[in-house]
């Protein structure tokens, strides 16, 4: 199983971007979906989660501003970020927790992230 997100780039503060993840391989069923992102020298932080059951979840830092939509028949999910503003510069990653056979464990799968820069 691969991830591969892209929709990065540089936006002036204000702006909005669409970050896409795409998973590709064998995938049974996809259990959640999550946007994280890393800041230089920072930790990296939990953005948005979709579950199947639970639904939508956002940080604080956030809501009002990013929605996460989850595709799980195209094994896709967006990140529609606006009112972006410098604070939001990191690279985003994102991870989906998936089995790739049914009655398989499931797992973590991460994407090897994405730049976002905001401009001030």
């Known amino acids: 199983v691969q991830l591969q997100a892209s929709g990065g780039g540089v936006v002036q503060a204000g702006g909005s971007l669409r970050l896409s993840c795409v998973a590709s391989?064998?995938?049974?069923?996809?259990?959640?979906m999550d946007w994280f992102r890393q800041a230089p020298g920072k930790q990296r932080e939990r953005v948005a989660r979709?579950?199947?059951?639970?639904?939508?979840d956002y940080a604080d830092f956030v809501k009002g501003r990013f929605t996460i939509s989850p595709d799980a028949d195209a094994k896709t999910s967006y990140l529609d970020m606006s009112s972006l503003n410098p604070e939001d510069t990191a690279v985003y990653y994102c991870?989906?927790?998936?089995?790739?056979?049914?009655?398989?464990?499931?797992?973590?799968?991460w994407g090897p992230g994405t730049q976002v820069t905001v401009s001030s």
């Open positions: 991870s989906m927790f998936l089995r790739t056979r049914l009655g398989g464990s499931y797992a973590t799968y």
């Open positions: 391989g064998r995938i049974s069923s996809i259990a959640s």
């Open positions: 979709w579950h199947r059951s639970l639904g939508t």
